[in-house]
């Protein structure tokens, strides 16, 4: 049992995520990682430039295709 832990559900009473203290957390990457190191914190966007660049999407498209998801009534 985690000390600390914490749960957050959603309207009808189902565990959706959960909240653990910062110390296990920094535990939990450093066996993510395997190496006994901190996971690298440091993300550099510059790495990725153009990667997709070669495909042909339509952004704009696929914009306005996620806006009118966001519109639904339910």
């Not at 189902?14 to 395997?34: H, S």
């Not at 430039?49 to 519109?71: A, C, N, P, T």
Request: aromatic fraction near 12%; charge should be positive.
């Amino acid at each position: 049992m985690i000390v600390g832990l914490k749960y957050i559900y959603d309207e009808a009473g189902n565990v959706e995520a959960a909240i653990v203290p910062i110390e296990v957390w920094r535990g939990i990457e450093l066996e993510i990682n395997g190496n006994g190191k901190p996971m690298p914190k440091k993300f550099k966007p510059s790495k990725y430039k153009g990667l997709l660049k070669h495909y042909d999407f339509d952004v704009e498209g696929v914009i306005k295709q996620m806006r009118s998801e966001w519109d639904r009534n339910f």
